[in-house]
């Protein structure tokens, strides 16, 4: 079965073409690998109304590719964040080792081309008690996500900030990095729950990076984390909060609350 699944792909791959008008796109692989995965959707209020992908190198990232555009398209944007690596590797009838590096590189993309549409194209109607959890791919965030889909009917939905990529170097041990990114997906749908990846490197660049340099080179102190969280994070999240229809943005971190 997996064979002919695989193979069907192969042969009859769906939305192979090119990008459609207004759709957003995510890209995955590259030199590194030598497969590359394009994918494009575009979004209309709660739904993928189109989705289309491009891949080069192994028959595998094609027949990933194909899966994930498979399983996304037509659906509503909660239901396609729901879509990793997993699924796009069991609509195949499941990948070999040898060929799961390919489903990774289809739920990257797919992943990066939806968070683009859904943050600048969705309008969710609002929902009562539904929550943006904001999770890093560490202990605190997950725990936040798994306290607030315990206390509510309304399952919360999850977004992660891509803030940096290196190609070179991944920044393992850093927050907001790629690899970040795919822990935190894989623990979000782990938890049965929708994921969204905001790809803010340009902000975060333009508003922690340049002036984080300016600071060291006029001899002051300056802390990034606060411009990250004052003039990048925060804004994007609750912009994201009100296309989805929440009325609350919950995060990981401690914080002490008081009366103004």
């Known amino acids: 079965m997996a064979d002919e699944r695989f193979e069907d792909h192969l042969r009859h791959p769906r ?7 207004g759709a957003h796109c995510g890209v995955a692989g590259g030199a590194a690998c030598g497969d590359l995965v394009r994918i494009a959707i575009r979004v209309e209020r709660d739904r993928v109304s189109h989705a289309t992908f491009a891949a080069s190198g192994c028959g595998a990232a094609s027949a990933a590719a194909s899966a994930a555009i498979e399983l996304v398209d037509g659906q509503s944007v909660l239901d396609a964040a729901k879509v990793g690596t997993r699924d796009v590797s069991e609509h ?34 609002p929902i009562p008690g539904r929550v943006l959890i904001a999770m890093s791919g560490g202990v605190d965030s997950a725990v936040a996500a798994h306290l607030c889909a315990a206390g509510s009917d309304e399952p919360p939905v999850a977004v992660t900030l891509e803030l940096w990529r290196d190609e070179q170097n991944d920044a393992e041990g850093s927050c907001c990095s790629a690899s970040a990114v795919q822990r935190a997906r894989s623990l979000a749908h782990g938890l049965g729950l929708a994921h969204l990846t905001l790809d803010l490197r340009e902000a975060f660049r333009a508003g922690v990076v340049e002036p984080w340099i300016a600071g060291h080179a006029a001899g002051k102190t300056p802390n990034p984390c606060v411009r990250c969280n004052g003039a990048v994070r925060l804004d994007a999240m609750l912009e994201l909060a009100a296309r989805l229809g929440a009325s609350e943005l919950a995060t990981g971190h401690y914080a002490r609350i008081g009366d103004d």
């Open 92 to 125: 195949l009838g499941g990948l070999s080792a040898g060929k799961i590096h390919a489903a990774e590189l289809a739920a990257d993309a797919l992943a990066r081309a939806l968070g683009g549409a859904v943050a600048a194209e969705a309008q969710l109607d």
């Open 15 to 21: 939305g192979q073409g090119d990008v459609p008008t």
